[in-house]
């Protein structure tokens, strides 16, 4: 009985995360044309920071707790997931157009949080003491963060191009439809993650698989279904802003956010993820020079999927 419940559950999480994306993206174009600014940039800051919501809440628990692998673990993890996985599955749906800044401007300024995350973490490597990302670095990753959201809105008058298909919504039905598309998002997608871990434990699944599996991919539902829909819907500025926002959002800000509050612990093993999120972000920038520019094809999109896949089946024999 307890497994047709777990199951009910889960298929109400999905249902939940789908509507929840659906509104969400509905809510934030509209938003967009409300704004006069440009969908990349309710993409890179509004939608971006929503669906990072879960990766900002487990990193604060973890934070508190002192659970610095978790902290870590979360955010790398998440950044791979994101470019690799989610925009390998909604570029499968729609190729994503790009913008020229976002080629030249946002993508860039994902790899350098993922460059700025490397070096912040080996301080022994670079001559400093302890391995960890410091007080200090999270103010100085704050500073990042601040740095990117001022350009976010000085960009906001200069992209906006009038979008006639966007459904006109009031401001009221516009804060309706984000405010429920986050709640969808975050309430499906951890009906989602507890009722499939607990599925895993009663089929007898070792912690270690369910870790690197459910609960890493859960805390990207928000993000994979967003950018699905948004992608599904030719939203292509919402899909590719979202990740690559969220990237920026998970390492400037949340990360900074957590070692402000204690001294995130770095392993040296870790290196080899940061290193993989960083060559997916240098692959991430290269595709938009490969076939069609300023575009991630079918393809395209196929080889990020295999590139995770590649890298999951390394996770599970690592660890």
């Known amino acids: 009985m307890d497994l047709f419940i777990d199951l009910a559950l889960i298929v109400i999480g999905f249902l939940l995360l789908i509507k ?25 800051t509004v939608v ?8 900002l809440i487990v990193n604060i628990l973890a934070s508190v707790q002192g659970k610095s692998d978790i902290t870590m673990g979360n955010i790398v993890g998440s950044n791979i997931i994101n470019i690799l996985l989610i925009l ?11 913008e020229k800044n ?13 460059l700025a995350l490397f070096i912040g973490c080996n301080d022994i490597l670079f001559g400093g003491g302890p391995n960890q990302i410091s007080r200090g670095d999270g103010l100085l990753f704050l500073l990042f963060f601040i740095i990117f ?11 906006f191009r009038d979008q006639e298909e966007i459904r006109t919504l009031s401001r009221g039905k516009i804060a309706i439809y984000i405010a429920v598309g986050l709640v969808g998002l975050i309430g499906g997608g951890k009906l989602v993650v507890d009722n499939a871990i607990e599925i895993a434990r009663l089929m007898n699944v070792s912690e270690k698989v369910i870790g690197l599996t459910i609960v890493a991919i859960g805390t990207s539902l928000p993000e994979l279904f967003t950018t699905a829909v948004a992608a599904f819907k030719g939203k292509s500025d919402i899909a590719i ?12 800000f949340i990360l900074a956010i957590s070692a402000i509050i204690r001294p995130v612990v770095f392993t ?10 960083i060559t997916a972000s240098i692959f991430l920038f290269l595709t938009m020079f490969i076939g069609d520019v300023r575009k991630l094809d079918r393809r395209e999109s196929v080889v990020f999927l295999v590139f995770y896949a590649a890298y999951f089946i390394f996770l599970l024999i690592r660890r």
């Open 149 to 159: 959201i001022t350009y976010s809105f000085a960009i906001s008058g200069i992209e």
């Open 268 to 277: 040296a093993q870790l290196n080899v993820d940061i290193v993989v999120l």
């Open 241 to 252: 802003g979202n990740i690559v926002g969220s990237n920026i959002f998970n390492i400037f």
């Open 102 to 114: 976002t080629v030249w401007r946002e993508i860039p300024f994902s790899l350098l949080a993922a």
């Open 48 to 55: 971006s920071f929503g669906t990072s919501a879960p990766e």
């Open 20 to 44: 929840g994306a659906d509104f969400l993206v509905e809510g934030a174009a509209a938003l967009a044309v409300r704004l006069s600014v440009s969908e990349l940039v309710i993409g890179l």
């Open 88 to 98: 390998g599955v909604a570029g499968i749906i729609k190729p994503i157009l790009t």
